[in-house]
């Protein structure tokens, strides 16, 4: 696929037919279809910190060198001085630094130096960290997956590259697991509507007589010159989920 700079750009999902039933998805079918940038494409990231104090076992909260992206429900991975990995979740927290764990406490000792690690990140969260920053700038709207894989628009604000988090316009529906997918989506959702007459039985798979279509305007917001876009497309029919994906180049005409 290449889009034509400058130009509008025709989009289109070709005879779409449910696999399942060998039917033609329904012509009254809800569908959506957005640009991407592929270059963009991340996942979650890790955030890493270490512990700034000293902990013994059953204290019930520890002093981080920089908590700020960890918050309420938060899943954290903790390193103790014998090599263990301590799981627990934050139930409080005192400030930017330290977090605590209600009466969890923990198992043995950890001493300050020590990894924490984020290893779920919990519903109500104020920043994300990515796998890999690069090109991401302050306003972007960032679409991440959530663990039940259903996927959430926050707009990034003020990312930090060398702490490698940034803050989140709005809080995840749900958890979100490092390593679920994060990409960049961009401009308005390009409007698709019907054409050709929707056959009754035996539709071909990607017929281009019918299907659904939709115009990407020569002034699509976010479009650039040589970006590589992918533009996905979504038929809902019923409690089908139909997607469908093109990638391509912006080029000169």
């Known amino acids: 696929m290449s889009l034509d700079w400058l ?4 989009v289109e999902l070709r005879g779409p037919v449910n696999l ?26 890790t955030y890493n910190t270490t512990l700034s104090a000293d902990a013994v076992a059953s204290d019930i909260n520890v002093d981080l060198i920089d908590g700020r992206p960890f918050k309420t429900p938060d899943l ?6 014998n090599g263990a990995i301590h799981l627990i979740q934050v139930t409080d927290k005192t400030g930017n630094d330290t ?27 104020e920043h994300i960290t990515l796998a890999d920053w690069s090109g991401w700038i302050h306003n972007y709207t960032v679409e991440f997956q ?36 994060v990409r960049r989506r961009f401009g308005p959702q390009i409007a698709m509507v019907k054409f050709g007459t929707f056959p009754t039985s035996n539709p071909v798979v990607g017929d281009p007589t019918w299907g659904f279509r ?14 590589r876009v992918r533009a996905e497309i979504t038929a809902t ?17």
């Open 7 to 10: 130009s509008d750009n025709l």
């Open 20 to 45: 399942a039933t060998g039917n033609a998805i329904n012509d009254s079918a809800v569908v959506n279809a957005y640009l991407y940038d592929t270059a963009l494409d991340t996942t979650v990231g």
């Open 76 to 81: 954290l991975r903790i390193t103790l001085d």
């Open 99 to 125: 977090i605590e764990f209600a009466a969890q406490g923990l198992p043995s000792t950890a001493s300050a130096g020590n990894l924490v690690e984020m290893d779920r990140v919990g519903t109500g969260a």
């Open 146 to 181: 959530l663990d039940d894989l259903s996927f959430q628009l926050v707009i990034l604000q003020s990312p930090d590259r060398d702490l490698n988090y940034g803050g989140i316009s709005a809080s995840p529906n749900s958890v979100m697991t490092p390593g679920a997918v």
């Open 214 to 227: 939709g115009v990407i305007a020569s002034d699509h917001v976010g479009l650039a010159l040589g970006m």
């Open 237 to 253: 029919d019923g409690t089908l989920d139909l997607v469908r994906k093109a990638v391509g180049t912006v080029i000169n005409q």
